[in-house]
């Protein structure tokens, strides 16, 4: 009778260390580091951000409005989230259009990502190697002649400058994703800066990079907290309060 009691044993006991394997493996796998790229970048309307990119997934932590964005292969669904309220809300990376209000636009004529943008001649943003995009003279000629004819208000965009890095290699849902959190065309490289002048010639400054370093990152600095409450809309994460001051102060502009 003691037989069947050793193999019981003898199966616990096999079972428990294949468990133990496979929970180690999967902690490896976790905390296993891949090569990513930091930037340090300040939008605009939304201040500073610490953007994380790698093959791994991409996030972007924007301080004044307390919101983290995830994104991790292979769907790489974006989720948006405040870690001090728990509001979260999550979009597939097509239909994600980034923090940006649809007022924002208006102001300036036509959405960012439509402006029709030609090569220019290489440039350079924080030490990275970079690729200028201009707005060619016949769009200023355009806009110029819809304000004779009172078809274009002088906060519109007359002229406009597109920098991306040139050689950092990165997946292309990471380009998409950063590029449509800007609200920027996707040119394939991830966007460094922005600038356009508008009617009156004021130089506006949507977007700078100040930093972009080589860095060691882990699956597990793109978890996603499991106890957040999912809303219906990106701008009910952000806190009310601070993204209003946001766009009261435009600390670029």
Request: proline share 5%; charged share 20%; aromatic share 6%.
């Given at each position: 009778m003691r037989k069947p009691k050793i193999k019981n044993n003898f199966a616990y006991l096999l079972f428990s260390t294949c468990f133990?394997?496979?929970?180690?493996?999967?902690?490896?796998?976790?905390?296993?580091?891949?090569?990513?790229?930091?930037?340090?970048?300040?939008?605009g309307l939304l201040g500073d951000l610490d953007v994380v990119v790698s093959p791994?997934?991409?996030?972007?932590?924007?301080?004044?409005?307390?919101?983290?964005?995830?994104?991790?292969?292979?769907?790489?669904?974006?989720?948006?989230?405040?870690p001090r309220t728990k509001n979260s809300f999550s979009a597939p990376l097509k239909s994600f259009s980034g923090y940006l209000p649809p007022e924002t636009f208006q102001t300036t004529g036509l959405p960012w990502s439509q402006l029709p943008l030609v090569q220019s001649k290489i440039d350079q943003v924080a030490g990275v190697a970079a690729e200028a995009y201009v707005t060619p003279s016949n769009f200023t000629e355009k806009q110029l002649k819809d304000q004779s004819n009172e078809c274009a208000d002088s906060a519109f965009i007359s002229s406009a400058k597109f920098v991306t890095a040139k050689g950092i290699s990165a997946p292309p849902q990471a380009y998409a994703l950063l590029n449509q959190f800007h609200c920027l065309p996707n040119k394939g490289a991830l966007p460094l800066k922005f600038q356009y002048k508008d009617m009156r010639g004021n130089l506006n400054t949507m977007l700078v990079t100040s930093?972009?370093?080589?860095?060691?990152?882990?699956?597990?600095?793109?978890?996603?907290?499991?106890?957040?409450?999912?809303?219906?809309?990106?701008?009910?994460?952000?806190?009310?309060?601070?993204?209003?001051?946001?766009?009261?102060?435009?600390?670029?502009?």
């Open positions: 133990a394997l496979s929970t180690a493996t999967l902690a490896q796998a976790v905390n296993a580091t891949e090569k990513g790229i930091y930037l340090y970048q300040t939008s791994v997934g991409v996030k972007i932590v924007a301080a004044k409005t307390g919101t983290v964005t995830v994104a991790t292969p292979p769907e790489w669904k974006i989720v948006t989230y405040n930093q972009c370093k080589p860095i060691d990152v882990s699956k597990s600095d793109f978890i996603v907290p499991s106890d957040l409450k999912v809303t219906s809309s990106i701008f009910s994460v952000h806190e009310t309060k601070t993204l209003q001051t946001v766009r009261k102060k435009r600390p670029l502009l």
